[in-house]
C-alpha cells in the first residue's frame, strides 16, 4: 500500500525558507516520478515541481530560482526546499506519485506573511 506523509509546512514570514519532506511507503522514491502540488484557496491544484528517475528536476516558472526538489534515497523521502518565500506561495502543498494511479499525501499547510 503506497503512503506519503508530509511534513515541514508552518507560517514564516516573506523572503524566509521552509523546507517540506514527503517519506513514501509502497513505491520507491529513486525510481518512481514524484512530484510537489499545492492548491490556494479558490484555486485550482497546481504542479509545483517535479523529479525524475534520471535525477532531473521540473519546475513551475513561479517558483523556478526559488524552490528546489530533492530526494534521499536511503531515508525513501523527498524534499522541497523553499526559500525567499512570498504571501502568494501560500498553499496546501502536496506530495503526489504516479504508480498505477495517482497517490496523495494529505497535504502539509504553508503560510507566508507579509
Known amino acids: 500500500q503506497v503512503q506519503l506523509v508530509e511534513s515541514g509546512g508552518g507560517l514564516v514570514q516573506a523572503g524566509g525558507p521552509l523546507r517540506l519532506s514527503c517519506a513514501a511507503s509502497?513505491?520507491?522514491?529513486?525510481?518512481?516520478?514524484m512530484d510537489w502540488y499545492r492548491q490556494a484557496p479558490g484555486k485550482q491544484r497546481e504542479l509545483v515541481a517535479s523529479i525524475y528517475r534520471s535525477g532531473s528536476t521540473n519546475y513551475a516558472n513561479s517558483v523556478k530560482g526559488r524552490f528546489t526538489i530533492s530526494r534521499d534515497n536511503a531515508k525513501n523521502t523527498v524534499y522541497l526546499q523553499m526559500n525567499s518565500l512570498k504571501p502568494e506561495d501560500t498553499a496546501l502543498y502536496y506530495c503526489?506519485?504516479?504508480?498505477?494511479?495517482?497517490?496523495w499525501g494529505q497535504g502539509t499547510q504553508v503560510t507566508v506573511s507579509s
Open positions: 509502497g513505491i520507491i522514491v529513486a525510481i518512481n516520478a
Open positions: 503526489s506519485s504516479l504508480y498505477v494511479k495517482r497517490y
